[in-house]
Every structure is written in C-alpha cells, then in structure tokens.
C-alpha cells in the first residue's frame, strides 16, 4: 500500500520520563498506527525542560525509531501540554446583534472580549469552549445566522505559559520538527480512554505522571476541572533505592518489573532475582517491594481524593474514574486506588485506532493515541491552538535540515 505524505499524522507526548512519537495514517475516516519511537527523556523535570539538549536528543531519537518503524518521514507533530501549567478560567460577555442576526463579526467581537478581560502577554489561550445565548435561548454550540438581538457568550478558557509553549516549539525545531498544534494533554487523555457516556455522566481522570499526578473532572460532556498535583513514578521509584540502596535508574527497573501496589497479592514467600538489574542486591522480597509501595501510593490517592473533594465535583462524577500513567501498569494499582477514592476506577487503555494497535496498548500511549485520533478529525483540529503556522519556508528549512541530518 503506498501512503501519500499527506495522510500522515505524528504526535509528540513529551513527558518527564519518556518521549513518545505514534504516526497514523489516515484512513476511510479513521487512523490506523503505522509507527510508534520512544526514548527516555532526561530533559524534563516536573514538566519544564532543564536540559535543552538532552530532550531535543531524545525527540530526535523517537522521532527516527517511528520513522524506522513506519519506513515514512515525519516533518510535522501534533503535540500535548501538561495541565500542570494550564489555569481554567470562565469568562462572559454581551455584544449587540444591530444586523438583527449572529453575524460572523459578532461572533469574533465576543470571543474578542472574553479574552481582553485575561489579558496577559506571558500567556496564551490554549483552548476555548464556548456555550451561547441569544436573547432567550441559552446553550447554543453554533450561533451564527440565528436572529436576535443580544449575543451572550461564556468562555471557558484554557490558559498556558507562552514560555512552555515556546520551549517545546523551539526543541522541535531543532530536532528538525515542526509543531503543527498544541493541545492539552487532559483533552488527548479524554479522547482516547474516556466513553462518551462517562464523560457525560460526569467521570474523574486521574493520570500518574514521573512526578505529577493530574486530577481532571467531565461533566455534562465538558472539563470542568483540571488540575495537578505533586506525586508520581518518581517517588517511588525513589522508595525502592533506598530500599535496595541502588542508583535510581535500576531501581526503576525493579520497580516496573516486580513491585506491586497490594501486599495482599503477593506470595509472602516470593524472593526475585535482581542480580540483572543491580550489583547492590541479588535477591530481594516482593513483599518488602509491596510494603514500601502500598502506603506511598495509598497517600499519593490520598491527596487525590483531597483534590476531588476541593474541587467541588466529588458528587458529580458518578461514573467514577480511570486511571492512566506508567504507575497504573503495576499490579494491584486499579484496585488500591479503588479503595483509596472511594469510587469504581478503570484502567484507561487507550482507544480509537487501528492498524498496530498492540503497540500502543498501554496506558502510556494514552496521549499519543488522543492527540492522533483528535489530529485526524478535520472538524477537530480547530482545538488545537496554532503556535506555528507551517509556512512553505519553514517546511522547507525542516526538510533542508533533515537532509544535513542525514549526510552528517
Ligand atoms: N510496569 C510498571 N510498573 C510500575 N511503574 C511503571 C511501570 N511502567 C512505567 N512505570 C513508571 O511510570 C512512570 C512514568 O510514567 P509516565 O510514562 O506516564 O510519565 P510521563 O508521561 O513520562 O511523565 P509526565 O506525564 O509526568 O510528564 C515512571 O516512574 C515509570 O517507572
Ligand atoms: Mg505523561
């Protein structure tokens, strides 16, 4: 089968632990993944680059791994941004309908307004979900050419560092990318593990980064709550260096491989062989693993459900929540968490494509899927906040330093 370059999607989750490329072709109304790359990420520390280098390194790599994978080029990313640096905010306005109908011009004067009242130069309207009346019909998504003589707006808005924004687009530059949009990564998390019906209903997303753990809240088919709070992979995998008095990087290993977040499921008995992993031990207990993470895991769902609580949605999200993030693959991890909200918790797997879908399976992948299957929908793709608009120019300076790329 050949694929026109044009029906070639790549997104980019660059998180704290791992950079994640997933490439989709489009097909018949749908996406299927033809590639993903992954490289661990050293640039990233709790969501801002330290180590410019190190990350443009690592998009670079997973980048060429997809490309290898799918045997096509990528000259262009969709890309996420974690809600630890978004702010929600609601904001009104009323404009008059002279023509005595919506007018496109009335509809830009209003969203024009909204924004003024947030005002700020260091920062960027990321996204924007407005709800409409005019003169006494209220929730309208599309008003234009309706009649009337008042135009209301409500605004919510999704704010975001233009600093943050910045930074990821000049990586990608240098890794030899350009940015065609950036969403927030909830949005992409919703997209691929949320049901419709549990959207509307009202369900808690809980995503558990390296060292951020996001607590997003749908209602009524909208997010109405977005949040981070501290805690994640990181801490734990911190937990069992101390305890195995290891270098953090094999002490992740151990982790991802043998912990498990209930000692009540492990064997008592079980010894494991770590000798791969680290020189510091040979054999260590699954049980001693599994008490050091139980209750780390059981504060961080603590603070969870704190947040739940302040957010004024507890009630609201019957549905209940679903878990993504490299920590919720451990064993155990859906049903503490279940414990520990009080509430039913899925795991979030994510959804929505075909093609290779096996290698994206895991709730890590969830963003990557998310922003594919959003990127693919041309009615869509208006979510995504433009940062660069791909100019023939820039396009051809991607591909002159892809070319250098190559010959060096
Ligand atoms: N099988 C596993 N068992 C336990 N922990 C795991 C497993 N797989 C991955 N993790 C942990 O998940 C964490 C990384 O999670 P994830 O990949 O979701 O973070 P990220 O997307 O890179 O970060 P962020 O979203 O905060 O920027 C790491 O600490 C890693 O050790
Ligand atoms: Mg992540």
Redesign the pocket.
């Known amino acids: 089968m050949t694929i026109r370059p044009g029906d070639i999607i790549a997104t980019l989750?660059?998180?704290?632990?791992?950079v994640?490329v997933v490439v989709g072709h489009k097909q018949g109304g749908g996406v299927e993944v033809i590639g993903v790359g992954t490289c661990r990420?050293p640039g990233?520390r709790a969501?801002e680059t330290v180590d410019m280098e190190g990350l443009v390194d690592a998009i670079r790599m997973a980048r060429e791994d997809a490309e290898t994978m799918c045997g096509c080029s990528i000259s262009e990313v969709w890309t996420g941004i974690?809600s630890r640096y978004v702010e929600l905010a609601e904001r009104s306005t009323i404009v008059p309908l002279p023509e005595g109908r919506v007018t496109k011009s009335a509809i830009a004067a209003a969203i024009h307004a909204c924004e003024r009242q947030l005002d700020d130069p260091t920062r960027m309207v990321l996204h924007r979900v407005c709800s409409w009346r005019v003169d006494d019909r209220a929730g309208i998504c599309d008003p234009e050419g309706l009649t009337g003589s008042e135009l209301e707006l409500v605004a919510r808005i999704a704010l975001t560092p233009a600093r943050g924004i910045n930074l990821i687009k000049r990586a990608c530059e240098k890794a030899s990318l350009i940015v065609a949009g950036v969403m927030l990564?909830t949005f992409a998390l919703g997209t691929s593990t949320l049901h419709h019906q549990e959207r509307t209903r009202g369900v808690v997303q809980v995503?558990?980064?390296?060292?951020?753990t996001?607590v997003s809240i749908w209602r009524q088919g909208a997010l109405v709550y977005n949040a981070a709070i501290d805690g994640?992979?990181?801490a734990?995998?911190e937990h069992v260096a101390a305890v195995l008095r290891t270098e953090r990087d094999e002490a992740?290993r151990v982790?991802?491989?043998f912990?498990c977040a209930l000692s009540e499921q492990v064997n008592p008995n079980e010894m494991v062989d770590v000798s791969t992993w680290t020189n510091a031990k040979d054999v260590v207990s699954r049980l001693n693993l599994a008490h050091v993470m139980e209750p780390a895991l059981e504060e961080l769902f603590r603070n969870v459900r704190r947040q739940i609580e302040l957010s004024g949605y507890s009630d609201a999200a019957a549905a209940g929540a679903v878990l993504?993030?490299?920590?919720?693959?451990?064993?155990g991890?859906v049903t503490l968490a279940g414990r520990a909200l009080g509430r039913p918790v899925r795991w979030g797997a994510p959804r929505g494509v075909a093609g290779m879908v096996d290698l994206v399976r895991?709730?890590?992948f969830a963003?990557g899927v998310g922003l594919l299957v959003e990127a693919s929908r041309p009615e869509r793709v208006r979510t995504f906040c433009q940062v660069s608009v791909p100019t023939n120019k820039t396009k051809w300076k991607a591909a002159m330093l892809r070319l250098i790329e190559r010959i060096l």
């Open positions: 989750d660059i998180g704290e632990s791992a994640r990420a990233r969501s974690s990564e995503d558990i980064g390296e060292s951020k996001s994640g992979g990181r734990l995998t992740r982790k991802e491989r912990a993504t993030g490299g920590t919720s693959l451990m064993p991890c895991e709730p890590t963003v």
